[in-house]
């Protein structure tokens, strides 16, 4: 039933009607919307606006001496089809210009972080210490797979840190090959596993680029494709790993695939309390004192370098949560959201 489009055009014929032959043109439009309402008749048989309509015209035709027949209003303009070579011409290998085009406005963008011992901060908000020994998926959907491996932070100690992050930039048609990134303690790489620094021949093989922001300490991925950038950091000896995603990107996944701490944190079974590092007063304390020095706000990012300090006696995991929170000073959509506080 297409009565909405018979009402939008007569209030369209209608609109701006002025001048000595407003009349005129006014019947024109009621023949119009009447002639439109009985080419729709069939399907609109039980629509109640489509009968009100009709004899809403009915009344008005009476009301301004209308004609039956006569002269109607001419057809409005269609909006021009979308200009398909244009969109071409923006490239369909940048998310953020194609999400643009299609919907006029600019995509949405979401952040998760995996740090320290390790520390997990979900793409909702939500922050977890995760016991996780072994591989980990950190993310798995339809364009990205990202898998962590933590071992002992010491021999026998409960706490693990992030010593593998493995990285696969899935296969997409017009724009990348699929592109493998591994990165290990003392091995950060600011090329892909095959050697290439982007997505390849295709054209738009340069929407997916590595670089080293810091030899051996700092590399940033940014896949323009998926409008995703990564960050992969090491500070003493672990690794962490910093995404902002388009969130459409990072919902881009089924049921089989519900196993993502970025996604649903840990599971209950691998989380650690905080609180559990800092019984022995003196160490705590110090702790916290280089932790200050980095960190000036007690939020998450603070306990957890707090938490990390004491049970690994490393000073250099200041710089783990330092580089988590610089990161997500730059990719988090809304800045409010920077500091959490538990």
């Known amino acids: 039933c297409k009565i909405l489009r018979c009402n939008s055009e007569y209030v369209a014929a209608t609109l701006n009607l002025r001048g000595s032959n407003r009349n005129a043109a006014y019947c024109n439009a009621l023949r119009s919307y009447s002639h439109c309402t009985r080419k729709t008749a069939r399907t609109c048989r039980g629509d109640l606006a489509y009968h009100s309509a009709v004899h809403g015209i009915e009344d008005l035709m009476i009301q301004n001496n209308c004609s039956r027949e006569g002269p109607t209003s001419p057809p409005r303009p269609r909006p021009p089809a979308p200009n398909r070579q244009g ?91 699929q592109k493998v990134y591994q990165a290990e303690i003392d091995n950060l790489p600011a090329a892909f596993e095959d050697g290439s620094v982007n997505g390849g021949e295709r054209p738009g093989g340069s929407s997916l680029a590595i670089r080293e922001r810091s030899p051996g300490r700092h590399v940033e991925i940014r896949a323009e494709y998926i409008g995703t950038t990564i960050a992969v950091r090491q500070a003493g000896r672990q690794l962490s790993f910093s995404i902002r995603a388009a969130e459409e990107v990072a919902r881009a996944f089924t049921e089989e695939q519900d196993l993502q701490l970025c996604v649903g944190g840990c599971p209950r079974s691998q989380r650690i309390s905080r609180s559990e590092c800092c019984r022995g007063r003196a160490a705590a304390e110090t702790a916290r004192a280089l932790c200050k ?26 710089m783990a949560a330092h580089g988590a929170l610089e990161d997500a000073r730059v990719f988090l959509p809304n800045a409010e959201k920077l500091h959490i506080f538990q």
């Open 87 to 177: 969109f071409k011409s923006l490239d369909t290998c940048n998310y953020e210009k194609s999400f643009l085009y299609k919907h006029g406005q600019p995509p949405s963008y979401q952040h998760c972080a995996a740090f320290g011992d390790p520390h997990i901060r979900t793409f909702h908000d939500d922050f977890h210490t995760c016991r996780v020994e072994g591989s980990w998926p950190l993310l798995d959907n339809d364009y990205l797979f990202v898998q962590a491996t933590s071992s002992p932070v010491a021999k026998g100690s409960n706490a693990t840190v992030t010593s593998k992050l493995t990285i696969i930039f899935k296969n997409m048609k017009e724009c990348i090959d």
């Open 293 to 318: 020095e980095m960190l000036p706000v007690e939020d998450v990012y603070f306990q957890s370098c707090v938490f990390d300090v004491v049970t690994s006696g490393d000073a250099n995991f200041t």
